[in-house]
């Protein structure tokens, strides 16, 4: 009886912590989707629309908003050069990354604790606290280089840019943020590759490039495959490095182009929302098609220290 | 002998064949700033060539000096305390709780409140900011919902009076409620309401009853404009939330993805021998993930303390710079106006001093209480 009568309460305490847990969740979905759904709906309306009210749905859909913000955000450009700075500092990040941790695992040497601990330290530096001495140091180098290929008689000092408003400059300094969490990744991932696969290589007379090729790239897939989906996701986002990088807007990525879209069209709200959709569809579609991988890659590249 | 010789000089050779690409990306990238941000903050250097051109020379801790005599640095730093203190105790308690309850299977379809959660931290910071802006800004999404219900508040009250009139019958009563009914700030337009508010309403016929109606609400119903984002001991709240907003997903997914490391027998044992949820909580799991919360609050502190392009987008550092931090403070000493370089590299610096100090503290506390692993 007693014994019944504990399972019955017990069993309204899980009704109620049930009910309480979903509804704490649901709040926290709602409130995470609505605001975006906001947005996208939004972006249908015409400006008069808006100011008439903020909350309720378009009554005609002006789907001409997309059209008028592509052309004038001019997204194609946008878009071109996002993907060339983030699959160009991708791809560098895991060559550079994979061939250092290589490096770093199998063959022995002094200079690895060090260097690798340097790294390591590097991890727990956010680049964006660096942003203006960057800039300095950027800007620097091109005047030197510029003084130097003047004194050469090759081209004037003033128009020599290999970093500042340059997609090279962009590249680099992308790729250098990124390589301290990669290093990492991949040096741990390659350590647990087996010697006896590289030193029986070694016996048979095989380069360390060879190697690399051979073994070490082919079985280092999964862990290229979480540095691509951390940088992929991080690096078409970043705005802090590329904002002092870029002034020239041929050169700018996304984000940069939205941020100025959205300070040049304050009085057309309806294209700004447009702008804004079309800011965060291409991220979102790439989620919803990998998002078991970018979960994933996520939970295993979230290291700091 | 010569043969090893060679083998060594071949290892050597690939070792830095490899090693060096990356390593000088990252002294370039990473050192170099360092160094060069420690030499700027001691010195005058501001612009122009640092090399062959201008003379600038190291004057000393100058800047240091200025930077905590102003209180725009103070600002920036306290600003900056809340988004890292909002982020540590908001963002990974809720990550936890919400990964708890999904993993416990406490919540059914998991995956779907996962997916949901984590998709803010998708998206660009950039285009969140601009449309939470769009949501607080004084004529945005939330003064809109305000201000519309304030007005069918007072249209109500306004049909209720004409109802007991009869209509349109304009007599010293009549006006008399209206004023009573009217918000007082609205009112304040007026040196003597009542008599002036009647010179307005007797133009009126009662034919216009719908203009009449409609010209009151927008004259005496409550006008609520968000001070949100322009007071200065309020204008932090928004970004405070929309940070909590953003991020939690992710420290839900890193914290999920370490539990389902847990040997499921455990806790099943312990729930047979009669554990509640929360001694399986506070007895298994979290124990169990100590390592993986100090990360996680490592990651939290550090992204945290440099938080820039969602405060950038979403308020510039403004009204009046009240919500700037302390990046945004170095960017501005940078890049607005007239360069302060040595001031922005010290800014600079501290950061960077001050993110190792909260890490170093946040490893002290994991060394004296956590690791029970």
């Known amino acids: ?305 | 002998m010569a043969r090893t010789a060679v083998y060594r000089r071949d290892e050597k050779r690939a070792y830095w064949a490899m090693v060096l690409p990356a390593f000088i990306l990252y002294l370039f990238v990473m050192a170099f700033p360092i160094v060069i941000s420690i030499i700027l903050s001691l010195s005058n250097f501001n612009g122009g060539k640092m090399f062959g051109g201008e003379h600038w020379r190291i004057t000393g801790f100058q800047q240091y000096a200025k930077l905590v005599a102003d209180p725009q640095f103070w600002l920036a730093l306290k600003n900056n305390v809340y988004i890292v203190l909002v982020s540590v105790f908001g963002q990974l308690p809720l990550g936890f709780v919400f990964a708890y309850l999904i993993y416990r299977r406490i919540v059914r379809f998991g995956d779907f409140w996962q997916g949901v959660l984590y998709m803010p931290a998708i998206i660009s910071v950039i285009v969140l900011g601009i449309m939470w802006n769009m949501i607080f800004a004084p004529s945005g999404l939330i003064a809109d919902i305000m201000n519309k219900w304030y007005a069918s508040a007072f249209g109500h009250k306004l049909d209720a009076i004409l109802r007991a009139a009869g209509g349109l019958n304009i007599t010293d009563a009549f006006v008399h409620r209206v004023v009573d009914a009217s918000d007082p700030v609205a009112l304040q337009i007026f040196h003597d309401p009542f008599t002036e508010l009647k010179d307005i309403i007797v133009a009126y016929t009662p034919g216009q009853l719908d203009v009449f109606r409609s010209d009151m609400v927008n004259l005496l119903s409550h006008k609520w404009s968000p001070d949100f984002l322009s007071k200065a001991d309020v204008a932090m709240i928004p970004i405070m939330f929309v940070t909590l907003w953003c991020w939690t997903g992710l420290y839900l997914i890193l914290f999920l993805a370490n539990m389902q490391k847990i040997d499921v027998a455990i806790i099943e044992a312990a729930r047979i021998d009669g554990a509640g949820e929360g001694q399986v909580m506070g007895h298994i799991v979290l124990p169990s993930l100590s390592g993986v919360i100090v990360n996680a609050a490592i990651l939290c502190i550090s992204g945290s303390l440099n938080s820039f392009a969602l405060i950038w987008a979403m308020t510039g550092g403004g009204p009046a710079r009240v919500t700037e931090v302390l990046s945004i403070y170095m960017y501005t000493n940078a890049f607005h106006g007239a360069p302060h370089y040595p001031l922005a590299n010290a800014i600079a610096l501290s950061i960077v001093v001050f993110s190792f100090i909260l890490i170093g503290l946040t490893k002290l506390v994991e060394k004296r209480y956590g690791g029970r692993e």
Do not use: C
Request: net charge positive; charged share 15%; hydrophobic share 55%.
């Open chain 1, 1 to 305: 009886m007693r014994d019944a009568v504990r399972m019955t309460y017990g069993r309204i305490a899980g009704a109620l912590g049930k009910t309480l847990a979903y509804l704490v969740m649901g709040v926290f979905a709602f409130m995470t989707v609505s605001p975006i759904i906001w947005l996208l709906v939004n972006s249908f309306k015409s400006n008069a629309e808006y100011r008439l009210s903020k909350l309720a749905l378009p009554h005609d859909w002006a789907w001409v908003n997309y059209p008028g913000a592509w052309r004038i955000g001019e997204f194609d450009k946008l878009i071109g050069n996002s993907v060339i700075y983030t699959l160009g500092a991708s791809l560098g990040i895991i060559i550079f990354s994979l061939l250092a941790g290589f490096a770093f695992a199998k063959i022995r040497s002094r200079a690895t604790a060090p260097i690798y601990g340097s790294f390591v330290i590097g991890i727990l530096l956010s680049i964006q606290s660096l942003m203006v001495p960057l800039f300095i140091e950027v800007s620097q180098l091109d005047k030197l280089l510029g003084d130097l290929f003047q004194a050469l008689h090759l081209m004037k000092a003033a128009d020599f840019h290999l970093f500042y408003n340059n997609r090279v400059g962009v590249l680099l300094v992308y790729i250098g943020s990124g390589l301290p969490v990669a290093i990492y990744l991949a040096t741990e991932y390659i350590k647990s590759i087996p010697d006896a696969l590289v030193e029986a290589a070694r016996i048979d007379g095989a380069g360390y490039f060879a190697i690399f090729r051979g073994i070490i790239l082919p079985m280092s897939v999964p862990i290229a495959t979480t540095v691509a989906i951390l940088n992929i996701t991080g690096l078409w986002n970043e705005f802090a490095l590329i904002n002092i990088l870029v002034s020239k807007t041929s050169l700018q990525s996304l984000p940069l182009g939205i941020l100025r879209f959205s300070g040049t069209m304050m009085a057309d709200y309806g294209k700004q929302f447009a702008a804004l959709a079309i800011g965060m569809l291409p991220l979102l579609i790439f989620y919803l098609v990998f998002r078991r991988q970018i979960t994933k890659g996520v939970a295993a590249g979230a290291i700091k220290g």
